[in-house]
């Protein structure tokens, strides 16, 4: 059977103003943080869609059955006005399905969702990433604070397993992971999977609603929270590829 998966998010665009007395100009950067998670999947027979965040607001299907040809949507330091505000809804006020919405009939029915965590997912910095109260948030096995939710790690935090039997994390190496430098704070949902934690917060937990599954992932997959050394661990690769096959219902 095929494993299909859509990225959205994990891109950005850096504007920089360089100020040099009395002169100044501008340059603008693009970068993606995607290499290190489409590799582990890819190696694991997933086919990887990446949807940019410049992209998604237009792009992001807007319909249940365009949502069905993945078996997993996994949503990465994206917020959600990018899927809430379409052009077409933002620039020219056309009446246009809720996004967030469908997500979550996607899943009542039985698709795969893992939100990762980062500066615009979960709630994020100054709350921007806006999932709280969202139809998101009531699929996803964990509740989301209404404030800036960010806990920045710079000492680094050393994940700690708490479910070592747990399906997602067949395949990855025993002992311990290497440190992240931040993740998204959040409140694991009573029934849900803690299957690792940082301090007395949670990292991964996983759950069900309706017929689908959904994985929290609070850290970053990419940089800054998650370092060379974590992206470099044998397990990363293993840990995707677990989360995202156990999001699809393949393990």
Known sequence: MSKRILIAGESWTTHSIHVKGFDSFTTTEYNEGIHWVRAALAGNGWSVEHLPSHNAARDFPGSLEALRQYNVVLLSDIGANTLLLHPETFNR??????????????????????????????????????????????????????????????????PVVADAGHPILAGVPSGAWPALLGYNQVVARPGASLIARVGDDPLLVAGTFGKGRSVAFTSDLAPHWAPPPFLDWPGYAPLWAGICDWAGSFR
Not at 102 to 116: D, I, K, S, T
């Open 93 to 158: 006020s056309k009446v246009l399905p809720n996004r967030l919405d469908l997500l979550a009939e996607y899943v009542r029915a039985g698709g795969g969702l893992v939100m990762a965590g980062g500066y615009l997912t979960f709630q994020g910095i100054d709350a921007k990433g806006q999932y709280a109260g969202s139809a998101v948030e009531a699929v996803l096995p964990v509740t989301l604070h209404r404030h800036d939710d960010r806990m920045e790690k710079p000492e680094g935090a050393a």
